[in-house]
């Protein structure tokens, strides 16, 4: 039966869905949505897997071709990967991407490939084991970079590094960060700081990804990578002749309100149309 394409009340079409499949996560990052804010939701209250595949389903008969997995910390869920398979089958899908911290990504590899994930993103604001231990609250720097290596063995592809950008906390790593694709194919992507009232911050740690890209710029000039109908809010970069990328996700100096494709199911079953 055909229905019509989903599209809000500015006229977005809507083809992407962000899927928080639990609330819970392994770490505290500083910058996160402090737990004491939000009661954690008991197991009652949270989408059982055949719930959040319907909601998925009807999404795609209405036009949705994207979905990222995310939470909370995805592989903190049990019986995700019966649930990835199944996600992988559904016809209409075009592109099917998991969100994780990594802590738990090595364990997961095999069956992540096996149920048919190639796209990741890896959460990682520093490559100083000590700074990630302080703004995660846990010492798994190692054990997160193992399974970067590990992805990229395998041949995961591509594998996004989401670093949040915050002035005086990991700005003296932009360069050394973005090095990575210079010789890698990795996907980094300088994201914007949003506050989120979190009280464990000092200061104010926003910059403006505009003076990222200033900053990178000093060394080494960033070639724009032509934009591709399946892009993101991500502007892309690129050092000259590097396999990888340097994106700039700003949702606060170039809010991408008006082409805001996507909709985020929250964990117990809400919509949400904006991240803030
Ligand atoms: N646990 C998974 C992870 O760490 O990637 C998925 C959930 S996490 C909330 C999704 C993304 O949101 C991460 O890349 C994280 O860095 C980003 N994020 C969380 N709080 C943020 C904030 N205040 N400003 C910008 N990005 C934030």
């Keep these: 039966m055909y229905k019509a394409p989903l599209q809000d009340r500015y006229r977005r079409r809507l083809n992407y869905?962000?899927?928080?499949?639990?609330?819970?996560?392994?770490?505290?990052?500083?910058?996160?949505?402090?737990r004491e804010t939000i009661p954690r939701m008991s197991h009652l209250e949270i989408l059982r897997y055949e719930e959040i595949l319907r909601i998925i389903r009807i999404g795609v008969s209405l036009g949705i071709t994207k979905i990222r997995i995310t939470g909370g910390e995805p592989l903190v869920r049990k019986d995700l990967l019966p649930?990835?398979?199944?996600?992988?089958?559904?016809?209409?899908l075009t592109d099917i991407a998991l969100t994780t911290n990594g802590v738990l990504l090595?364990?997961?590899l095999k069956p992540l490939q096996a149920a048919g994930i190639k796209r990741l993103n890896i959460s990682l604001d520093s490559l100083r084991r000590d700074r990630f231990a302080e703004?995660?609250?846990?010492?798994?720097?190692?054990?997160?970079?193992?399974?970067?290596?590990?992805?990229?063995?395998?041949?995961?592809?591509?594998?996004?590094?989401?670093?949040?950008?915050?002035?005086?906390?990991?700005?003296?790593?932009?360069h050394d960060i973005a090095a990575l694709t210079r010789t890698l194919p990795y996907h980094v992507r300088f994201i914007e700081y949003m506050p989120m009232g979190n009280p464990?911050?000092?200061?104010?740690?926003?910059?403006?990804?505009?003076?990222?890209?200033?900053?990178?710029?000093?060394?080494?000039?960033?070639?724009?990578?032509?934009?591709?109908?399946?892009?993101?809010?991500?502007?892309?970069?690129r050092y000259p002749g590097a396999p990888?990328?340097?994106?700039?996700?700003?949702?606060?100096?170039h809010h991408f309100c008006d082409s805001c494709n996507r909709l985020r199911p929250t964990?117990?079953?809400?919509?949400?149309?904006?991240l803030l």
Aim: glycine residues 8%.
């Design 267 to 274: 964990a117990g079953g809400k919509l949400r149309t904006c």
């Design 135 to 174: 703004l995660t609250g846990s010492d798994h720097f190692d054990r997160v970079w193992a399974a970067i290596e590990a992805a990229h063995g395998m041949g995961f592809n591509p594998i996004k590094l989401n670093v949040v950008a915050m002035r005086d906390i990991n700005d003296d790593e932009f």
């Design 106 to 108: 090595q364990d997961y």
């Design 17 to 34: 869905l962000r899927v928080s499949v639990t609330d819970r996560c392994n770490l505290r990052c500083v910058y996160c949505v402090p």
């Design 83 to 92: 649930f990835l398979e199944q996600l992988t089958h559904l016809e209409g």
């Design 244 to 253: 990888g990328e340097v994106g700039f996700i700003s949702p606060l100096s």
């Design 200 to 237: 464990n911050l000092p200061g104010d740690p926003y910059m403006s990804n505009d003076e990222v890209r200033q900053r990178l710029e000093q060394t080494d000039i960033l070639e724009p990578v032509p934009r591709s109908g399946n892009d993101g809010p991500a502007q892309r970069f």
